[in-house]
């Protein structure tokens, strides 16, 4: 089994608020993913990281943030949640050998 | 492009009956390729991969896949089905590791529903 882990597993939140999503991994792994995917829909990339300090916009437009200031963090921030921002988000981080990407539980996010 | 391509969005399959379930990439170099399976409100799970070698790979819970190149395809399968194989499937595509930053490619799902 992978160690990647996501917090919150559920969110409730207002519109307008600010919330941060939480990724970590033991595994030492350099590249991390964030993916978008809504309820039996496909999984959408929206951001990844090479490594510290380095930070992409992954095919999917999104209007969430992320950083990358240690290997085995990699949070995402919404900074005005909005009821379109209501998903399933999805953190992976991809092994060097091989490539094989293990994924987070996930966090459902529902914006009111 | 690269692309996987699952034609089927919804399969369903009686308990104890034989499953494939298709997947067809496009790529242009011999691709990595995986299975994940994803419960309700679950992240994804690595049920099986394929870097090189023996063409029949075998994974988790009873799954096992074949990778035929002729036919850009990669198809799962599972001799007897389970009630708790009901899931959503997802094939995926690897670039070589040294694409930094590259995500896999994943086909848009096929859903298994288990008939008793």
């Known amino acids: 089994e992978a160690d990647i882990y996501q917090t919150p597993r559920y969110l409730v939140i207002g519109t307008g608020k600010k919330i941060t999503l939480e990724c970590s991994q033991t595994?030492?792994?350099?590249?991390m993913y964030w993916y978008q995917q809504d309820p039996g829909m496909e999984l959408h990339l929206i951001h990844y990281?090479?490594?510290?300090?380095?930070?992409e916009k992954g095919d999917l437009s999104s209007e969430s943030t992320v950083s990358r200031i240690r290997t085995e963090h990699f949070p995402l921030t919404l900074e005005s949640a909005r009821p379109s921002h209501t998903s399933q988000y999805l953190c992976?981080?991809?092994?060097?050998?091989?490539?094989?990407?293990?994924f987070g539980p996930g966090t459902r996010l529902l914006v009111l | 492009a690269q692309s996987v391509t699952q034609p089927d969005i919804h399969i369903t399959v009686s308990e104890g009956a034989s499953l494939e379930l298709r997947c067809n990439y496009s790529?242009?170099?011999?691709?990595?390729l995986f299975w994940y399976v994803q419960s309700p409100g679950q992240g994804l799970q690595l049920l099986l991969k394929?870097?090189?070698?023996?063409?029949l790979v075998q994974g988790i819970k009873g799954f096992e896949a074949e990778f035929k190149r002729s036919q850009s395809s990669f198809n799962l399968r599972k001799p007897s089905v389970h009630w708790s194989d009901a899931a959503e499937y997802f094939c995926?595509?690897?670039?070589?590791?040294?694409?930094?930053?590259?995500?896999?490619?994943f086909g848009k799902g096929t859903t298994l529903s288990v008939s008793s």
């Open positions: 992976a981080s991809r092994q060097e050998i091989h490539g094989t990407q293990y």
């Open positions: 595994m030492g792994h350099d590249k």
């Open positions: 990281s090479y490594g510290v300090n380095s930070t």
């Open positions: 790529y242009g170099a011999t691709p990595y």
């Open positions: 394929y870097f090189s070698g023996d063409t």
């Open positions: 995926a595509v690897g670039p070589e590791i040294n694409q930094a930053g590259t995500a896999l490619i």
